[in-house]
């Protein structure tokens, strides 16, 4: 069964330091989006990407924040800086379609940031 | 603003125990209501989308139905593998926005 994947699972990082957060979405999904939980809240959206391109971000989705489609198959989340407060699990997406769909979920990757 | 809130915030039941799980939303047009279930350090996993009020999805011991307000996801006959948060999410407003609204879920725990 197709799934979505994500890598590392966990990522401990220093404050202040750059992280790359990777996915590999469904082969034939066109809608992706990086979701994020803070240990013991709700998962809340990041942002959605379609077309090579940001179609919908919300406020937590900073200017330290980025996602890229490097090449066909990859979608990454990039955090400049990172701070304390984002420790989390970060969930990444896919869709085949943006309509009355449900979005298949990769397994998260664990962002520890000391 | 969208709004989805769930209760219990925990669910303990014995196996064989039928429960009821429930997920109210406050929403600007709701296009779709969705359960998945998340175990934990997992990735939610989708169980059920409901769009309009009266449907009803059924899959092994699950339910889900909607109403104008809120949904519900009966649990019947549980048994430990149902232990589990369950996540309510809705689609809402415009048809130019596909996110996810969740809401914060319920922790179910069977014991045998």
């Known amino acids: 069964e197709p799934e979505v994947t994500q890598t590392p699972s966990h990522q401990v990082t220093q404050m202040g330091q750059e992280v790359i957060l990777r996915c590999v979405p469904i082969s034939n999904h066109l809608y992706f989006y990086w979701y994020r939980q803070i240990l013991g809240q709700k998962v809340e959206f990041l942002v959605s990407?379609?077309?090579?391109?940001?179609?919908?971000k919300s406020e937590i989705f900073d200017d330290q924040f980025s996602v890229e489609r490097p090449d066909g198959s990859n979608f990454t989340l990039k955090i400049r800086s990172t701070k304390l407060e984002d420790s989390a699990m970060y969930f990444c997406a896919s869709n085949p379609t943006e309509v009355r769909t449900e979005a298949f979920f990769g397994q998260g990757t664990r962002l520890t940031v000391v | 603003e969208d709004q989805v809130t769930q209760s219990p915030e925990a669910l303990r039941l014995q196996e064989g125990e039928s429960s009821s799980l429930n997920c109210s939303y406050t929403v600007s047009g709701l296009r779709g209501l969705f359960w998945y279930r998340q175990d934990p350090g997992k990735g939610p996993e989708f169980l059920f989308t409901?769009?309009?009020a009266g449907e009803e999805k059924e899959k092994e011991r699950l339910k889900a139905t909607l109403t104008k307000k809120e949904s519900f996801l009966h649990i019947t006959a549980p048994k430990p593998e149902d232990s589990a948060t369950y996540l309510c999410?809705?689609?809402?407003?415009?048809?130019?926005?596909?996110?996810?609204?969740f809401g914060t879920g319920t922790r179910l725990q069977v014991f045998p």
């Open positions: 409901l769009y309009s």
């Open positions: 999410a809705v689609q809402a407003g415009a048809y130019n926005t596909d996110k996810l609204i």
């Open positions: 990407f379609y077309n090579n391109e940001i179609s919908e």
